[in-house]
């Protein structure tokens, strides 16, 4: 029995499934995962997501509280350390950008009839713009101009979530440089991320094309200099301005998070990383490459991760409980800012290359649980929204919160939901039909 083949989609029908709802639908809650994605990242990225959410769900709180100095009682709880430092989710994000971004990379450019030139990084930059553009936007725009006629009451601002002067200064954020700019000016506040995650692939051809030349001594060479220009970078910005070493709580904050937190020179590390594993990976994963690691080798390596990242979390607990003193000296805050990003992006890494080497037994079977795949898919979408939504939530109020544990847990549940409510909309409407497009007309 001959089968007939498929015929090709024409332009048009193309076109037609990139705008459809329905296509869409599926495409976002299809559970399905094949064997050639990097499926226990759905599962990181969405936990990650949900941390990054707790730690905005109380941190924007506390200006809308009736109670504002109980949160310095929260710091002096160890549990409440995975709150107050949850910084490093956004240390996640990066390293999983990376880690796609020197995978997919690495995977185009060894297809057959692969031709290595400007085209090529130019179509990569391309790609990579019209992936993060439109949604953010859209997201950008609506903070601006529209959320001041959303709601009205005692705690809701004029001008809406954003200040008046982003009405002209926005262009810093179409061009992705609104992580060069002063606090005062900062519009549509997590887009810093945004910024640094697109200068970010700018950067990362300097490691993938040797990597992809088989000068493979050279990309470890300028991954290896990238790292330490961050890791020097952060220390003598820290070491020259005392009182930033404290981050947020700092004296000096303010210039903490304009010249350290939010700057791609001090934020590049878990990215460049990620590249690096993402190269390894793909070489890893072929059929016929053993990875296998030997039980004992491969539970040392998991103990190691596991306390490193405990290590990086925890280890201010010992400066939070006796605040407003501190345990360590201002040399270790210095070093514990320098170096503990580094750390975290390896004991991360680890987790990663065991669960898609099957060397991670239950943990790489729990974050390639089926239930994260859409939920991965909407992640995106869901952190554009978050901030929104919660600004929402905590202004259209006609009193004031009042900070208690059973509260928080409550509304951080209602944020996460409501963002991923939103990003369902987001993204049948706006991300999912532009990455149809993208598909069709940028190959």
Same mark, same amino acid.
């Given at each position: 029995?001959?089968?007939?083949?498929?015929?090709?989609?024409?332009?048009?029908?193309?076109?037609?499934?990139?705008?459809? #709802?329905?296509?869409?639908?599926?495409?976002?809650?299809?559970?399905?995962?094949?064997?050639?994605?990097? @499926?226990?990242?759905?599962?990181?990225?969405?936990?990650?997501?949900?941390?990054?959410?707790?730690?905005? @769900?109380?941190?924007?709180?506390?200006?809308?509280?009736?109670?504002?100095?109980?949160?310095?009682?929260?710091?002096? =709880? +160890?549990?409440?350390?995975?709150?107050?430092?949850?910084?490093?989710?956004?240390?996640?994000?990066?390293?999983?950008?990376?880690?796609?971004?020197?995978?997919?990379?690495?995977?185009?450019? @060894?297809?057959?009839?692969?031709?290595?030139?400007?085209?090529?990084?130019?179509?990569? %930059?391309?790609?990579?713009?019209? =992936?993060? @553009?439109?949604?953010?936007?859209?997201? %950008?725009?609506?903070?601006? +101009?529209?959320? &001041?006629?959303? /709601?009205?009451?005692?705690?809701?601002?004029?001008? /809406?979530?954003?200040?008046?002067?982003?009405?002209?200064?926005?262009?810093?954020?179409?061009?992705?440089? *609104?992580?060069?700019?002063?606090?005062?000016?900062?519009?549509?506040?997590?887009?810093?991320?945004?910024?640094?995650?697109?200068?970010?692939?700018?950067?990362?051809?300097?490691?993938?094309?040797?990597?992809?030349?088989?000068?493979?001594?050279?990309?470890?060479?300028?991954?290896?200099?990238?790292?330490?220009?961050?890791?020097?970078?952060?220390?003598?910005?820290?070491?020259?301005?005392?009182?930033?070493?404290?981050?947020?709580?700092?004296?000096?904050?303010?210039?903490?998070?304009?010249?350290?937190?939010? &700057?791609?020179?001090?934020?590049?590390?878990?990215?460049?990383?990620?590249?690096?594993?993402?190269?390894?990976?793909?070489?890893?994963?072929?059929?016929?490459?053993?990875?296998?690691?030997?039980?004992?080798?491969? +539970?040392?390596?998991?103990?190691?991760?596991?306390?490193?990242?405990?290590?990086?979390?925890?280890?201010?607990? *010992?400066?939070?409980? !006796?605040?407003?003193?501190?345990?360590?000296?201002?040399?270790?805050?210095?070093?514990?800012?320098?170096?503990?990003?580094?750390?975290?992006? !390896?004991?991360?890494?680890?987790?990663?290359?065991?669960?898609?080497?099957?060397? /991670?037994?239950?943990?790489?079977?729990?974050?390639?649980? &089926?239930?994260?795949?859409?939920?991965?898919?909407? *992640?995106?979408?869901?952190?554009? *929204?978050?901030?929104?939504?919660?600004?929402?939530?905590?202004?259209?109020?006609?009193?004031?919160?009042?900070?208690?544990?059973?509260?928080?847990?409550?509304?951080?549940?209602?944020?996460? %939901?409501?963002?991923?409510?939103?990003?369902?909309? #987001?993204?049948?409407?706006?991300?999912?039909?532009?990455?149809?497009?993208?598909?069709? +007309?940028?190959?």
């Amino acid at each position: 029995m001959i089968s007939e083949a498929v015929p090709a989609m024409g332009l048009s029908e193309q076109l037609i499934s990139a705008l459809s #709802l329905k296509s869409n639908f599926k495409k976002i809650f299809l559970t399905l995962s094949d064997d050639s994605q990097l @499926s226990s990242l759905h599962g990181i990225r969405v936990i990650t997501l949900g941390w990054v959410i707790l730690g905005h @769900s109380y941190a924007f709180i506390v200006p809308y509280s009736d109670n504002p100095l109980e949160a310095l009682n929260f710091l002096k =709880r +160890f549990s409440f350390t995975i709150v107050s430092n949850a910084f490093f989710s956004v240390d996640s994000f990066f390293l999983i950008s990376g880690v796609l971004t020197g995978y997919l990379f690495i995977k185009m450019s @060894s297809a057959p009839n692969f031709k290595f030139n400007i085209t090529f990084i130019t179509k990569y %930059l391309i790609n990579r713009i019209l =992936r993060l @553009s439109p949604a953010y936007y859209f997201m %950008l725009f609506f903070s601006i +101009f529209l959320t &001041k006629y959303l /709601g009205s009451g005692p705690l809701y601002q004029n001008n /809406g979530f954003e200040q008046p002067v982003c009405r002209t200064r926005f262009w810093k954020n179409l061009l992705y440089v *609104s992580n060069f700019q002063q606090t005062n000016e900062t519009c549509f506040g997590i887009s810093w991320y945004l910024s640094n995650d697109m200068q970010f692939h700018i950067i990362a051809p300097l490691i993938l094309i040797p990597l992809v030349l088989n000068k493979i001594l050279i990309g470890i060479l300028i991954l290896v200099l990238l790292i330490l220009v961050n890791i020097i970078s952060t220390f003598l910005s820290l070491y020259y301005h005392p009182g930033s070493e404290l981050g947020i709580l700092g004296e000096n904050s303010q210039y903490f998070y304009e010249w350290v937190y939010i &700057k791609p020179w001090t934020r590049s590390s878990p990215f460049l990383i990620g590249v690096f594993v993402g190269y390894i990976l793909f070489h890893h994963r072929k059929p016929g490459y053993n990875a296998k690691i030997r039980t004992i080798f491969n +539970f040392l390596n998991w103990n190691i991760a596991q306390n490193l990242m405990g290590l990086c979390v925890f280890i201010v607990f *010992s400066d939070l409980r !006796l605040y407003p003193s501190f345990y360590f000296s201002r040399i270790d805050h210095i070093i514990y800012q320098s170096l503990s990003k580094v750390f975290w992006a !390896l004991a991360v890494s680890y987790v990663i290359y065991a669960c898609e080497t099957k060397n /991670g037994g239950f943990v790489a079977k729990f974050f390639s649980w &089926k239930i994260f795949v859409p939920l991965s898919r909407l *992640s995106y979408s869901a952190f554009l *929204s978050h901030q929104t939504f919660i600004f929402y939530f905590y202004m259209t109020q006609k009193r004031l919160f009042h900070l208690q544990d059973i509260n928080l847990i409550y509304y951080y549940v209602g944020n996460l %939901l409501g963002s991923y409510f939103i990003a369902v909309f #987001l993204s049948l409407f706006v991300e999912a039909p532009f990455i149809g497009l993208q598909k069709i +007309f940028i190959k």
